[in-house]
């Protein structure tokens, strides 16, 4: 089965589309705001924020690396010091931050460093990027609670920092779940993800 999963995973790569210029950063403006967060692929980080009402936009990008500008190929490769991250676009007067934080967690492993799921390497770490002290607070809070509750028996390694550069990646990775369905569903499923989650938390993860 280990050895199917990875021709399928060769096949899809074989069939990946061209590459194409990185899609508009969609910024923020009045009455918005952004939060980034970095959970592993973020074809997978895509489709739980992009239900909630209030979300505007999720867009898939690399941060919280050195190169400027960088390619896919460039922070697969782990060198760029980048990580695989959405940025959410979102209308705080409709969903708080404090929500997509409860989103987010229930949507990562967040016990292992430098790896989600099948995927290993420092592109692959959970982290969440902070705009300002406010964001800082409300992540240290959540995180401290998750500590408290005593869900886990080992430490959250999930890290809290800084927002830096964020990188739109090229166009065919966003909204790749809904492009490339079958693909989407073969990776998914075959990285272990939503058994993984459901282990972690307890319920059925949608994406």
Known sequence: MTRLIFVLFGLLALLRPAIAEPTATHPAVAGQAEAIFAGGC???????????????????????GRTQQPSYEEV?????????AVRIVYD???????????????????L???Q????????YRSAIFYRDDAQRAAAE????????????KTGVVTSIVPATAFYPA?????????????????????CGRDER???????????
């Open 197 to 207: 989650l459901e282990e972690l938390w307890g319920a059925k993860p949608k994406g």
């Open 141 to 152: 809070a959540s995180k401290q609670a998750l500590v408290a509750s005593g869900r886990f």
């Open 92 to 110: 705080p007067a409709k969903v708080s931050f404090e929500k997509l934080l409860e989103v987010f967690w229930h949507n990562i492993d967040p």
């Open 170 to 190: 090229e166009d065919y990775h966003q909204d790749y779940y809904k492009h490339n369905p079958l693909r989407y569903k073969y990776y998914r499923h075959g």
């Open 42 to 64: 973020f074809w997978c980080m895509e489709p739980p924020f992009e239900v909630l009402p209030g979300v505007l936009a999720v867009i898939s990008g690399y941060t919280g």
């Open 112 to 114: 292992t460093p430098d």
């Open 116 to 123: 989600q799921f099948c995927d290993k390497g420092t592109q």
């Open 76 to 84: 697969s490769s782990g060198t760029t010091g980048h990580a695989e």
